[in-house]
């Protein structure tokens, strides 16, 4: 990631550009728009992505585009190199609750997209999340090279997926999640919390 502080990192021109071309892939992007932009991003450094990121996914036409903002997904917490937390959703009670990803098998989730994206369901599956609740970080976190670019990388325990992290600034990534059987990457960006949430205790 960039060495600046968050400071000096907002007077840097490039980051200027590349906050205003995000802004822009929010609005709705293609794979191939959103894989160009995440090329184009500097590395990430394991000890930056220290404490707790708000998620949200970057549209580009994939299966799971907003199956996860559906669930109440809240983002990922990374505690070190191997103490990373792929899945966090936010509780009905408040808090967040830190979801186990092996009971989400990314086959069968992609197979289900759309039926787990009726507000039905969707309810149903955030009322069950506590249930596959953990308590240990589910992955960890490694230097990976990724189209000729070596940064830092969420690597699940129990599901063939990694997240390749890049920096927009300081408190901003792109995450392109890689997953062994999907016909291409799912964007999502991650906003470094202004206050860390914890995993529901309850």
Known sequence: ???QTPEETTRVPGTARRRAALADLERGATTATALALHDTL???EIDDLRGTWRGSGLPT????????????WYGKRFDGPDAAHPLLFAHRRGGVVDVD????????VLRCARLLRRPSVARAVRGALPLV???RPRARVRRVEHRGV????MVYDALPVHDVLRAVDHDTLVGLMDARGMARPFFFVLRRAASPGEPDAS
Do not use: K, S
Request: glycine residues 10%; proline residues 18%.
């Open 1 to 3: 990631m960039d060495p």
């Open 42 to 44: 500097p590395a990430v």
């Open 61 to 72: 036409g994939h299966p799971l585009d907003g199956l996860l903002e559906a669930l109440g």
């Open 101 to 108: 990803p092996a009971f989400a098998p990314l086959p069968l």
């Open 133 to 135: 609740r953990t308590r």
């Open 150 to 153: 070596v940064t830092a990388t």
